[in-house]
């Protein structure tokens, strides 16, 4: 009688699965682009594994964080790449083709990196989020009044609360 093979995807957490599903994250993929491979969990089943198993929740923080300079990465490729940037249109009396811009392609291309952009942003704030700095202009004027003046100052508060 042959051996029968299971069926369906794993369920079976091991390390080298969690290993192959961080690295696709770290290269910047989605979870569910990751567990589409036929021989990996469904993402179900890693979300579990979140909740249940020890040190993978860490491991796929840190490969998510990991992530956000692989999409930054990609940026730069969708932004130098012009290939679809033009397209032929109807050829001309003298069988010379036309090119117009390809205004979808474009946009499309202006999606994808704010998308990545924002990822990243979110990933690791402290590297690619948006620099928030506070200013403080003027002074309290506590240096300027003598200790009477601030007691009493002090014991006004006090007594209006």
Not at 33 to 50: G, K, S
Request: charged share 30%.
């Amino acid at each position: 009688m042959a051996e029968q093979k299971p069926t369906g995807r794993p369920s079976t957490y091991t390390q080298e699965i969690a290993d192959e599903i961080c690295a696709g994250l770290a290269e910047g993929k989605s979870l569910r682009t990751v567990c589409r491979a036929d021989h990996l969990p469904c993402v179900a089943t890693v979300f579990n594994w979140f909740r249940t198993k020890d040190g993978f929740l860490e491991q796929y923080t840190r490969a998510k964080e990991e992530s956000a300079d692989a999409l930054t990465e990609e940026m730069v490729d969708i932004a130098d790449d012009g290939s679809n940037d033009w397209m032929a249109n109807n050829s001309d009396e003298e069988g010379k083709l036309n090119y117009q811009i390809n205004g979808e392609h474009i946009q499309r291309s202006r999606l994808r990196i704010e998308t990545r952009k924002w990822l990243s942003s979110k990933l690791k704030p402290k590297k690619y989020g948006d620099k928030i700095t506070t200013e403080h202009a003027g002074s309290l004027g506590l240096t300027d009044m003598s200790e009477e003046t601030l007691d009493a100052k002090l014991a006004e508060l006090l007594k209006s609360q």
